[in-house]
Nanobody
Framework: QVQLVESGGGLVQAGGSLRLSCKAS????????MGWYRQAPGTQRELVAR???????NYADSVKGRFTISRDNAKITVYLQMNSLKPEDTAVYYC???????????????WGQGTQVTVSS
């Protein structure tokens, strides 16, 4: 079994900062494309930031200059530093990655359980 576990969400005032963490665990052969998505009530899940397979990063236009994605390969963990938070950043934030387990011949997309981020005005 493989899993992604997020942490670091919470309630913060507008202009504040939060740091999310997502750790992958289990019998993992390979992992690629770790990143973050978010979903606000009544909306579709959207990309926030992620690493591509060649190691570059993609960001949603709405978070560029405010959010930074980073990772620790040894810990199989990806982080999302969120600064200058706005009320419109309020959402459940989900970690995602393409994981190939030890027992499988192919990779598949995996999701964490999500962590709530609430930004008050």
């Amino acid at each position: 079994q493989v899993q992604l576990v997020e942490s670091g969400g919470g309630l913060v005032q507008a202009g504040g900062s939060l740091r999310l963490s997502c750790k992958a665990s289990g019998s993992i052969f390979s992992i690629n494309g770790m990143g973050w998505y978010r979903q606000a009530p009544g909306t579709q899940r959207e990309l926030v930031a992620r690493f591509t397979t060649n190691g570059s990063t993609n960001y949603a236009d709405s978070v560029k200059g405010r959010f930074t994605i980073s990772r620790d390969n040894a810990k199989i963990t990806v982080y999302l530093q969120m600064n200058s938070l706005k009320p419109e950043d309020t959402a459940v934030y989900y970690c995602n990655a393409d994981i190939k387990p030890m027992w499988s011949v192919r990779a598949s997309g995996c999701w964490g359980q999500g962590t709530q981020v609430t930004v008050s005005s």
